[in-house]
């Protein structure tokens, strides 16, 4: 059985800019609620085949395995991430405007194990944390936004 979650927003940041934050997966602890910290299983560099873990608090600490399938910079970024259930995670992005960016979030979960009890509402949880992500990383960068820069 798959679940299919697929989340949407508009930050009003360009998107060389939104793309170079959102794939930095050393900032994704600041952005994605359950994420603790990543660690690098190959060298750290964002490109196919890249491997890391994600440390979780998804029902107490666990480590997700992840392996980065594709890269196109500035486009597109998809993980296969072994966790509690098996999760593909695509991130898209294209401008949107002005200089705005539309970026979508598209989640393929497959259960396993006692996940399989939780899968009338897992649509829902997923859905949630996605639109909450998604919130605090286009608070982060719009707020950004009106700060001078550090050269």
């Given amino acids: 059985m798959q ?3 697929r989340s949407e927003t508009v930050i009003a940041r360009p998107r060389p800019e939104v793309t170079a934050f ?3 997966f ?3 602890p600041l952005w994605f609620r359950k994420i603790r910290w990543v660690e690098w299983e190959s060298e750290p560099k964002v490109q196919a085949g890249a491997r890391l ?3 979780t608090d998804m029902l107490g600490k666990r480590r997700q395995a992840c392996t980065i399938d594709e890269y196109v910079p500035g486009e ?3 993980l296969q991430i072994d966790g509690p259930y098996a999760l593909d995670a695509t991130f898209a992005w294209r401008d949107e ?3 705005q960016t539309h970026m979508t ?3 393929h979960a497959r259960p396993k194990g006692l996940w399989l009890l939780a899968l009338p ?3 829902l949880l997923v859905s949630r944390a996605n639109a909450h992500d998604l919130a605090l990383l286009k608070a982060i960068l719009e707020r950004r936004a009106g700060r001078p820069r550090v050269a």
């Fill in 105 to 107: 979030l598209d989640c």
């Fill in 121 to 123: 509402v897992l649509p």
């Fill in 53 to 55: 873990a994600f440390i």
């Fill in 22 to 24: 959102a794939a930095d």
């Fill in 3 to 5: 679940v299919h979650v």
């Fill in 26 to 28: 050393e900032r994704m």
């Fill in 97 to 99: 405007g002005g200089s």
């Fill in 76 to 78: 597109r970024l998809r």
